[in-house]
């Protein structure tokens, strides 16, 4: 039913820590890696190996570079992925009922037998979130790995989205945000979380937290320097009073 | 946005099929005799229906279009399949009788041409409520569909109908006026779609990277070598280079041609003129639907 629930008794979704993204796409990788052999038709690829390769990936990594008016470039590499939105476009608009809202935890997933490939949920995303699988010619999107977030069958450290669980910077945290007490909570409190375009009401769930202000040049720096260098003793600091006193 | 032909030609074709429908229904008058009733319920009905089939066609999976009728609670395109079936169900018992009675009941007249106007409405909406495509996203896009569709209805219903006079004026005349306000309101569309780039949302890179605040974003590096699914149908921007050629085109064959061909069967062969203009009409809309798609930019374009 494409109708949204009022509300979702938890809010499963993803905190992605844009200072600690290195960019290394090891969560794209593995992302599609699990999603190509467990929930749903298969991750198509069409040319995978041609000259002009194309497919269906779940989550991928753009890189920025942010220039302030008064200091040098930096680069925020930024991954992107279903975020799970409360107010969800795509749910809504969807003929079929194919995309639904789940009410027990917030995720947003696709039936795939149901699906007739229309697009137009990924129309109504303004994240890009939804890409249609060329093999297959249904819609596809982010699971938040639900085929591994509940699954007794796996070690207990691995029942988390495998972006999460392949991070090997720590930058993606899984959790519920209805619990205010939950890790993904507490970053998003003490770290400045923010939405991805709030004006497009969607009320998305995931959250990124910004990267940590940078130091200037000009500015002192607290921290005590590593090394000093000492010019008082020995031949040097003969060579360097001498210098002095030529004035 | 991609512009795909089978939705091009699904809005254009099934607008002026519902649009005849509309004037049938509301009992604009028509030759008499079974084959002439049929003949006419035909082009309406035939029209609507090849777009409808052809907007099957850009579907993955076309054979599970009925699953579309369910949504119709939430879902401006189930809504669309939902009235244009039950419209298209009582204009063919309108059709039906009059073919063998010679009677057309008008209610059921009113009915064919209400559901026909809600069916393009419902066509419309599904573009205009996607916030994520600021060009689509007016009030201004049904407008701009109703009219077109009523416009084309009417200028086939001149065509074949035998009404010579309508509200007290030529039928060649009524038409131009009806062309008159429907290129005006895509004037006024055209224009705002011109200025209005993401300022109803105040939506930039910056704010879908949340980055603004630190200084001017600017992409790097894409996430990926080649195109993707996304930049194809959203980031489409190919269909934008000849944008001013084909509102050019737009205006010349969907309202001048029509214009020039009204006033001259004002004084001969108005049968003959009609149907050049309702001809040249319709390949005029084609363009201007392309444009409709091609110069609509999607707000995930943002991201590259």
Redesign the interface.
């Known amino acids: 039913?494409?109708?949204l629930p009022a509300q979702t008794d938890k809010k499963l979704g993803l905190v992605i820590d844009?200072d600690i993204c290195v960019g290394c796409h090891a969560c794209?990788v593995n992302c599609k890696e699990w999603n190509t052999g467990g929930y749903g038709a298969p991750l198509g690829d069409i040319e995978a190996y041609g000259d002009?390769?194309?497919?269906?990936?779940l989550n991928?990594?753009?890189?920025?570079?942010?220039?302030?008016?008064d200091?040098p470039?930096?680069?925020?590499h930024?991954p992107?992925s279903c975020l799970h939105c409360d107010d969800a476009?795509c749910?809504?608009?969807?003929?079929?009922?194919?995309s639904y809202k789940r009410g027990e935890d917030g995720i947003v997933l696709v039936d795939e037998s149901?699906?007739?490939?229309?697009?137009?949920c990924?129309?109504?995303?303004?994240?890009?979130a939804r890409?249609?699988d060329?093999v297959?010619?249904?819609m596809k999107k982010c699971t938040l790995c639900v085929d591994r977030i509940y699954n007794d069958n796996l070690p207990e450290i691995d029942r988390t989205p495998a972006c999460v669980r392949t991070c090997p910077a720590n930058a993606r945290h899984f959790g519920d945000f209805a619990d205010p007490n939950s890790n993904v909570s507490k970053m998003t409190r003490e770290r400045g979380g923010?939405?991805?375009?709030?004006?497009?009401?969607t009320k998305p769930v995931n959250q990124?937290l910004?990267?940590r202000p940078k130091s200037r040049p000009e500015e002192t720096i607290e921290i005590a320097p590593a090394f000093v260098p000492k010019a008082d003793e020995g031949l040097l600091g003969w060579l360097d009073r001498a210098l002095e006193k030529l004035g | 946005m991609h512009p795909a032909i089978s939705v091009i030609f699904f809005t254009v074709t099934s607008g002026a099929g519902f649009g005849l429908m509309t004037m049938i229904g509301l009992g604009f008058p028509m030759h008499e005799g079974l084959v002439a009733a049929f003949l006419s319920c035909l082009l309406g009905g035939g029209l609507a229906v090849a777009g409808l089939l052809s907007s099957t066609f850009h579907l993955g999976h076309p054979e599970r279009a009925w699953r579309a009728l369910s949504q119709w609670r939430s879902s401006w395109l189930s809504r669309e399949g939902v009235i244009a079936i039950v419209t298209l169900l009582i204009f063919a018992a309108y059709a039906l009788i009059w073919m063998f009675t010679g009677e057309r009941i008008a209610p059921l007249g009113w009915a064919v041409a209400a559901g026909s106007l809600l069916t393009v409405y419902a066509t419309s909406m599904i573009y205009a409520q996607l916030k994520t495509v600021p060009n689509w996203h007016s009030k201004l896009t049904p407008l701009c569909y109703l009219f077109f569709s009523v416009t084309s209805g009417l200028l086939l219903a001149g065509m074949i109908g035998k009404a010579a006079f309508i509200l007290g004026l030529p039928t060649p005349t009524i038409i131009v006026v009806a062309l008159g306000i429907a290129w005006v309101i895509k004037s006024v569309w055209w224009r705002r779609a011109d200025t209005i780039g993401f300022s109803d949302t105040g939506s930039d890179t910056g704010t879908a990277t949340g980055l603004g605040h630190l200084g001017k974003v600017k992409l790097l590096e894409k996430p990926h070598t080649g195109e993707n699914y996304l930049t194809r149908e959203m980031v489409h921007q190919i269909g934008r280079k000849h944008a001013l050629k084909l509102r050019a085109i737009a205006y010349i064959l969907g309202g001048i041609v029509p214009v020039i061909m009204c006033t001259i069967a004002l004084f001969a062969a108005p049968v003959f003129f009609l149907a050049i203009a309702a001809v040249s009409m319709l390949i005029g809309l084609f363009a201007e639907r392309w444009l409709f798609f091609a110069e609509a930019k999607h707000a995930v374009s943002l991201y590259y």
């Open positions: 039913m494409t109708l844009l794209v002009n390769p194309s497919g269906a990936w991928r990594i753009h890189t920025f570079e942010v220039t302030p008016e200091a470039a930096q680069i925020v930024f992107k476009p749910v809504t608009v969807c003929p079929t009922g194919a149901m699906c007739i490939g229309c697009g137009l990924a129309w109504a995303c303004p994240y890009g890409e249609m060329p297959e010619n249904v923010f939405d991805l375009m709030p004006e497009m009401g990124y910004p990267p």
